[in-house]
């Protein structure tokens, strides 16, 4: 089913269990969708309008998208923030404007387009992160801002196509073998800690 918010409701809506929605229409910018720790998996869009917003920042919230030709629209997020993120699009998920990922994203079918609409990609989870192959159209991310005091380690060759931004106190940890290339601006906030290129044998 679709869920519509009604125009002017009185608590945010919370999810229960694990759903699964066609499209999310709200129209107003007061209370949100929360997914409370629970899954949604969404095939059809997020229509909306006045800042509204899905709250998918607390511990196993996930999103998953399971349609055709969708997208993540710009400030879709609280804070732009979001626990869990499963691509299941066979045709891919673009992204407009930020998002924060606090722990991972998978891709089952189709990937993440994180550059044509020149987003912003944040690493910013309280544990370690591992960015991952096969999960960004093309590994090619517009710009990416490392966030994590545990750090993020890069796990294939990734192209970064106009900056990548380390925050001061936060780690990016380039393997032996993987590859960043970065077309645009490196700007290391967090000094000879913040980006560690190790070396094989």
């Known amino acids: ?7 002017a409701p009185s608590n945010h809506c919370q999810l229960d269990q694990n759903r699964t929605v066609t499209n999310i229409i709200n129209t107003q ?5 929360d997914l409370n720790g629970f899954k949604i998996t969404v095939k059809g869009n997020f229509n909306f309008l006045n800042g509204a917003q899905i709250d998918a920042s607390a511990t196993n919230s996930t999103v ?10 710009t400030a879709s997020f609280y804070n732009d923030k979001i626990f869990n993120l499963i691509i299941n699009d066979p045709n891919n998920v673009v992204l407009n404007g930020n998002l924060n990922i606090l722990n991972t994203i998978t891709a089952t079918t189709g990937r993440l387009d994180a550059y044509s609409d020149l987003p912003l990609v944040t690493y910013g989870g309280s544990s370690s992160q591992t960015i991952e192959a096969n999960r960004f ?3 090619t991310i517009y710009d990416l801002t490392i966030d994590n005091t545990l750090g993020a380690t890069l796990n294939t060759d990734l192209a970064i196509q106009h900056s990548l931004t380390i925050n001061s106190g936060k780690l990016l940890t380039i393997p032996p073998a993987m590859q960043m290339n970065v077309i645009g601006t490196i700007t290391n906030n967090a000094g000879v800690s913040g980006l560690v290129v190790k070396a094989s044998s």
Do not use: K, V
């Not at 998953?64 to 997208?71: H, K, P, V």
């Open 1 to 7: 089913a679709t869920i519509l918010f009604d125009a």
């Open 29 to 33: 910018p007061t209370y949100r969708m």
């Open 64 to 73: 998953e998208f399971a349609g055709t030709s969708q997208n993540i629209p």
């Open 137 to 139: 159209l093309n590994d």
